[in-house]
């Protein structure tokens, strides 16, 4: 069974960076290029800057960027990193793999 037969028909992501970095332009463009790859038409990316966003940050416990958070399905997971090691990002995004997963952080 592969992810994409594990996961709902709507995976639920955010993505925090912190501005125009070289970090947060490639997790952008890693977690966008994941995406279609393992979830093509199955999900919603939402970016934030964590300056733009302190509040909604503060909230979801954003301790460091980029994170890449699954709000849904549950439960939450994050993924910190510029999201570069598919394997480990495929690993903390699937729901039937250990809440703590290589990468995965709760």
Known sequence: ???????????????????????????????????????????????LDIGE?????????IVAAPTLVRLAPLPLRRFIGDLSDDERLRRSLDPLHGLHAAGAHE
């Open 53 to 61: 966003h302190v509040e909604q940050a503060t909230a979801d416990q």
């Open 1 to 47: 069974m592969t992810l994409d037969d594990r996961l709902p028909d709507l995976v639920d992501l955010r993505l925090y960076v912190t501005g125009a970095t070289p970090a947060s332009a490639r997790a952008v463009v890693n977690a966008r290029r994941f995406c279609e790859t393992h979830l093509s038409g199955r999900y919603r990316l939402e970016v």
